[in-house]
């Protein structure tokens, strides 16, 4: 009886010895709202780098734990705090909403937790509040402003009209745009945040005569936007500009053919000629049966990322240091091709200047030209690590 | 001068689309006296189930011939099976109950439609623009609106001063045991009031989804307006609905398209800018303010 009993032990020790616990990697995300299909396709794009390696990232076993957020700052930092308390997760990321971010990631790389953005990436973080424990693997917030304000100058027009919503990211976001553009404003407009008929702003844009306009609307607002802009008959007459987020393939589902033709700026575009592309738009269409959205890419490049200094690091993760070091070398492929870490830990990266087509399977976009290459954003000499 | 008449005309049709959202609205807390914090989910049914048929027939009207009786009748079953056990509860509860249903409704239709926003254009037969004036164009589609919004006030007045269920409906707004000692059905006639007014909701609803985005949780966007509607207006009447919603429409829209240039003349054009932006979405609260200090029952309050 004793010999077996202890049989029975050595073999549970054996057993737990060989089945390393998994990297546990906690992702607060927006999964209900009317913004919760950016979540889902975040989480989906980093479930599939995941699927595609039966359950491990760069060789080790991973454990994704996804909670909902419902857009709310309050309820991030609660599931925050379950993450690091609760399930002792060393890796976060997910945060769609940059007022989200705000609430959570100060916080968070306090406690000696790694933190990687999938989207959010708030100007504060980027510049005086950076963080070595902070890594944006998406974008700098008005990098896909900046792109349209290049592309805007260079295009020609001479004077714009901008339109954003009025709270602290709408004006972000012109303030991005406004960088890079060289023309006349005609007039700067914020609106109602959640505001529905653009009916007076479209009007009175008209009366502004402008060459072209450029909108930061994010959502439903954006769709709105659109539709009534062109219903408007102004679709021919003055050409409309604004950054990826009216544009993902979720949306132009919804927008139709208002949005055929519009220029939007992005990181990353689902026709991007390059391997890890062609493999990741297949693989997700298969595992999904829809085209990636860029926020797809985020999610997918984010686990990758993880994924390659999780496997530099031999998914140890005791010297965080070490990790955080293999992450900077950003040692995996993107899939928009080009992509290092600057010295604040956000992207340096291509930025494009892309198209609303139809193709028989619905609305989508192709990429028109690079704008920038290697693009570092306005903020990363403010920070000091 | 042209601008002003476009801008009159977009106040029009916004204040036309919270009429026929805050009739029904005012007509269930008048009758019935249920705050229902719910309409707002009727709208965005009207409008998920006409995007639904129009994407699946191609047809407009057919979307909109199933959406007005998709929403009455998911009115009428919320009333049978919700509302009723609330009428003799306090307003509390209802508020509870009905913002519940909000949240259903919502979930509801994320688990049916997913979470992506649904695509709902404007009819081919509605899609031009019409030269007004000379200079002034604007979009058949939100003359329609328009249209459709001033027949169902006449309709409504003629329902409400015409016919005998007019009658009994004014009738049970005024004094609800009386009328059913009377012998009239009171708790059909609310299931009715209530149907009426969810289908008046998904009325507003369709007409919206070629302008707006079709998502969930678009109720709750235009529900705000209608409240500040029928405070104005005075709870429970009708033509303090249409009084008020016109006057909310014209007040916010002129707000936002005359305020920045009017604060220009004064300030330079960066704080211009701001203090517009923010007084503009700050303009029908003001307004429902002043109106309340002099009306403190509304413009036409029902019962007086």
Known sequence: MKKIVITVFLLMIATHLCAAEPIKIGMITTLSTKAGYLGEDIRDGFKLAIAQEDGKLGGIPVELMVEDDGRKPGKGKQIAERFIKRDKAKILTGIVFSNVAMAVVPKVVRDNVVYLSTNAAPSKLAGKGCNPNYFSVSYQNDNLDEVVGQYVTEAGHKSVYLIAPNYPAGKDHLAGFKRYYQGEIKGEVYTKLGQADYAAEIATLRAAQPEAVFFFLPGGMGINFLKQYSQAGLADEIPVYGPAFSFDERILKAV??????????????????????????????????RTPTLYASQGYDTARLIGSALQAVAGNLDDLEKFKAALRKADFASVRGNFSFGTNQHPVQDVYIREVIKTEDGYTNSTVKKVFANHVDAYASECKM | MLLVIEQFLNGLQLGITLFLMSAGLTLVFGIMQVINLAHGSFYMI??????????????FLLGLAAALPAAAFTGMLVEFIVLRRLYKREHLDQVLATFGLIMFFNELTRIIWGRQPLFLDVPPWLSDSLELLPGLIYPVYRLAVIGVGILVALALWYLFSRTRLGMQIRAGASNRDMISALGVNIKLLYTLVFGLGTLLAGLAGVMAGPILAVEAGM?????ILTFVVIVIGGIGSIRGAVAGALLVGLVDTLGRAFLPTL???????ATADAAAASLASMAIYILMAAILVWKPKGLFPAHS
Do not use: M
Request: hydrophobic share 40%; with cysteine.
């Open chain 1, 256 to 289: 139709g053919p208002a949005a055929l033709g519009v220029k939007n700026g992005s990181q990353w575009t689902h026709d991007l000629d390059n391997p890890a592309n062609v493999q990741f738009v297949k693989a997700y269409q298969e595992a999904y049966g």
């Open chain 2, 46 to 59: 009207g409008a998920y189930v006409c995007a639904t048929v129009a994407a699946r027939t191609g047809s």
């Open chain 2, 219 to 223: 109720g709750e966007n235009i529900l």
């Open chain 2, 263 to 269: 604060f220009r003349l004064i300030f330079q054009s």
